[in-house]
């Protein structure tokens, strides 16, 4: 099963509302190439209307073009734009429940194969143990 199992480094810097962050491949699978890196621009903003909260994400890829199971592909592209997620999230009640809603617009994976637009509606629960 190695070749399912991915090491990846990850780093974030954040500076007040703005986060940068990072995940690097570091060997071959199936699914990427050892130094594929997906970048990740994040803006969060609590209270942007009344009780909601706004994030925005952008996440950004580079690739290598060849490795052991993806190899060189004519049209592979070796970046890309991959999404944008604008999400809503609002408080229910004094429960620690919020509602979620994000708005993705799809970008391309890389064969440039654009991704569709979508809504995703979402329920979270936040607690300490």
């Given at each position: 099963?190695?070749?399912?199992?991915?090491?990846?480094?990850?780093?974030?810097?954040?500076?007040g509302?703005?986060?940068?962050?990072?995940?690097?491949?570091?060997?071959?699978?199936?699914?990427?190439?050892?130094?594929d890196?997906?970048?990740?621009?994040?803006?969060?903003?609590?209270?942007?209307?009344r009780?909601?909260?706004?994030?925005?994400k952008?996440?950004?890829?580079?690739?290598?073009?060849?490795?052991?199971?993806?190899?060189?592909?004519?049209?592979?592209?070796?970046?890309?734009?991959?999404?944008?997620?604008?999400?809503?999230?609002?408080?229910?009640?004094?429960?620690?429940?919020?509602?979620?809603?994000?708005?993705?617009?799809?970008g391309?994976?890389?064969?440039?194969?654009?991704?569709?637009?979508?809504?995703?509606?979402?329920?979270?629960?936040?607690?300490?143990?």
């Open positions: 099963l190695e070749e399912f199992n991915g090491l990846e480094a990850v780093g974030s810097l954040g500076i509302p703005v986060t940068l962050g990072f995940q690097t491949l570091t060997n071959d699978v199936v699914w990427g190439n050892s130094g890196t997906y970048w990740t621009l994040t803006y969060n903003k609590e209270k942007i209307l009780r909601w909260d706004f994030t925005a952008l996440g950004y890829y580079t690739y290598e073009t060849s490795g052991k199971f993806i190899p060189q592909a004519a049209g592979a592209e070796d970046n890309g734009f991959r999404h944008l997620d604008l999400t809503f999230s609002h408080p229910i009640g004094n429960t620690g429940a919020k509602f979620h809603i994000t708005s993705i617009i799809g391309d994976d890389r064969n440039g194969v654009e991704q569709d637009n979508a809504i995703v509606f979402g329920l979270s629960y936040d607690f300490d143990i």
